[in-house]
């Protein structure tokens, strides 16, 4: 059975009737995408090899971490001491101690302990060098790679004991150049010899001095030396040194360290939990030791005072005799000793407060406000004691002296001891629970996150090009815009055919002669839709006084030699008689696709070298004839204005049914103006994407100032792939045709 294709209509609907364009249109989104595919894949593909580049070279992070518990506890053992405990400051403060944590005196501390300050390092190729070396696996020195012989390549091991620079030196890279048998040289940043040394044995020279204890490299290798400041390495250190309270009131601190030296992460973090730990013990020993320093001065003043007083008491008893104390007397002297006890005690507490705070301190003004009272107590007391016998008075007050005396020296005593105790088992309030252990993997970089995220980036970046170039290129690719803006139909719109760029590619390299896209591929959908455009051309002829069509466009490279030749062999199909007029006197090329020679056309008859008869070629296509070009003359232009010309079209018009002209570009040359005021029609073709509305507007302007009238366009090339997307687009391609029994 025979095979059928058919052709939707053209698209000429009235202009300014689109409902879209101020709407979202995904299929219109959808097709750029699919027309920029390529360049998606493309930049997609080179983001994700960047992000696979830099994890090769990133180095890895590792992390060490431990955990810290702080107890807040009060002093045990100190019960005889209850009063003086906010003295004490038994009670801990969790933000404190992540303030001491971070302070320089723990910090500090560690740098010196560990040389934290000096950095040794070998000095790599630069991008690549480093990730090298670090997978290089085995105990021997890495072969160097293109004969760089100063560059560390892998296996490569510095260790520096201590490094003294004078001041101008400090931050400032020092170079080490390994040497024969351990030894080494060191150069500033201009290349100056500083000193040499030797492993195991102290260097000095220049106000420097070095002390490296081990060098593994081959001779020529260079290591960086730096030695930084306290203050820029407790900087440094705190910058990837984090601690916090793992849960609101545990007293459990989490401590962190990240760093890429995995071996060395735990060491630091630990060295610094026990440095707070240290100090720790020691503040809280130190309290101890003021406490009880205070008391041992106190204790030598109670003991004479005691003694005197019990002195006083017994010689008053030896001069009177035995005297008893009634009842009521022994109570009021119970009650005074109490009263002297208590004030004594607050006066202690008033003294130690008064060193760290001023007199209007509320603990202070609270303490005043307590010996007021026990003030007036005692002075009733007294007014009691007033209406005693002289000497029940007299025996009441030594009395008095030697138990008051006696009570605050024996607990006195009892919290000495206590404190020698406490002091000797002091633990401190911090202990380590786990101690600091490195990550067996990196932290960072994450492989699938980094290679996920650079792809994103990609795609990300590949549509923002796409909408750059989209914003910069202004050119027509749907033909509903030139119908809007310029108030011309669009007969045909001719979809891109791949069959037709195998033909002209082969055609061009000589594998082809002679070779059409509407004969060879009739069913292409290309063809199909000149096969619509054949039928509006009735119309656009309908009035015209001569049955000839006139092919141009506004610049080259449009495809309007495809238009005229394909067109040609379509018409002839259908029974018409059709001529092709190569009119292109600079360019053109016809000939080539139907297999003849250039020579004998249209410049040797308007010169008068040549008939009718010589010029008009048969083609293989019945019905269809061509007429080359000819030889190229000097003067197209005025070749075309001439008389000749006119006439061979006139001669060629009768004796065919239809006569196609294929005409330069008409914003390269005026020969289109000039050609069309002999024809009967002017088609214009235009090409998806290849030129802006104001490019076909200024041609169809040049034209009319001509006195040529375009009738409408042909639009070439457009993409059927990303038009299908385009939902509301009338200018479809449809492919109907038999299946096979």
Known sequence: MNAEQHTAAPNTAPAGIDDSDDEINLGEIIATLLEYKWLIVVVTFFATLLGAVWLYIATPVYQADALLQIEDKKAAGLTALAELQPLLGDSVSITAQLE?????????????????????????????????????????????????????????????????????????????????????????????????????????????????????????????????????????????????????????????????????????????????????VEFRSAEAESTLKFLETQLPLLKTQLDTAESAFN???????????????????????????????????????????????????????????????????????????????????????????????????????????????????ARVIDAAQVSLKPISPKGPLILAVAML?????????????????????????????????????????????TLAREIKTGKRRGELLAIDFPEDDAVESLRGLRTTIHFALLDADKGSLLITGPSPGIGKSFISKNLGAVLAQSGKRVAIIDADLRKGHIHREFGMQREIGVSEFVSGNAKLADILKQTEVEGLAVITTGQRPPNPSELLMHPNFAELLE?????????????????????????????????MVARAGKHPIREIEQAVKRLAQAGVQVKGFVFNDIDTTRQRYRYGYSGYVYRYSYTKD
């Open 457 to 501: 980036v990609g795609l990300l970046a590949s549509i923002v090009m796409i909408w750059a170039i989209r914003s910069l290129r202004v050119m027509v690719e749907d033909p509903d815009k030139l119908e809007k803006q310029l108030g011309l139909p669009v007969y045909a719109t001719i979809p891109h055919s791949k069959s037709e760029a």
């Open 315 to 429: 010689n008053y008893r030896q001069s009177r005799g035995s005297v008893d104390l009634t009842m009521e007397t022994k109570g009021v002297l119970d009650a005074i000793v109490d009263i002297e006890k208590e004030t004594i005690k607050l006066q202690q507490q008033r003294e130690e407060l008064r060193q760290r705070f001023t007199a209007e301190h509320p603990s202070v003004q609270a303490l005043d406000a307590q010996l007021d009272r026990f003030k007036s107590k005692r002075s009733q007391f007294e007014r009691n004691v007033s209406g005693l016998p002289t000497t029940q008075q007299t025996i009441l007050r030594l009395q008095r002296d030697v138990e008051v005396s006696n009570k605050l020296y024996t607990e006195l005593l009892n919290s000495a001891q206590q404190l020698r105790v406490s002091k000797a088992g002091t633990v401190g309030d």
């Open 651 to 683: 001669q060629v018009g009768g004796l065919f049914d239809i006569l196609i002209i294929d005409a330069p570009p008409i914003l390269a040359v005026s020969d289109a103006a000039i050609i069309g005021r002999h024809t009967g029609a002017t088609l």
């Open 100 to 280: 001491i944590l971070n302070s320089r005196m723990i910090l500090g501390r560690v740098v010196n302990q560990l040389k934290l300050d000096i950095s040794a390092k070998p000095n790599y190729m630069p991008v690549f060098g480093q990730a090298i070396a670090r997978r290089h696996a085995e105990e021997e020195l890495a072969a160097p790679l293109f004969g760089l012989n100063q560059y560390a390549w892998g296996g490569e091991k510095i260790r520096v004991e201590s490094l003294e620079v004078p001041k101008e030196l400090l931050g400032e890279p020092l170079t080490l150049t390994a040497g024969e048998n351990g030894k080494y040289q060191i150069f500033n940043e201009d290349g100056v010899k500083l000193l040499e040394g030797e492993v195991d044995q102290p260097a000095a020279g220049q106000d420097i001095t070095l002390f490296v204890s081990q060098l593994l490299a081959r001779p020529g290798t260079e290591f960086t030396l730096t030695k930084a400041t306290e203050q820029e390495t407790v900087e440094k250190l705190r910058e990837s040194y984090k601690v916090k309270e793992r849960s609101k009131a545990s007293g459990v601190l989490e401590a962190t360290l990240v760093g890429a030296d995995a071996e060395r992460l735990p060491v630091v973090l630990n060295d610094i939990l026990n440095s707070y730990v240290r100090q720790n």
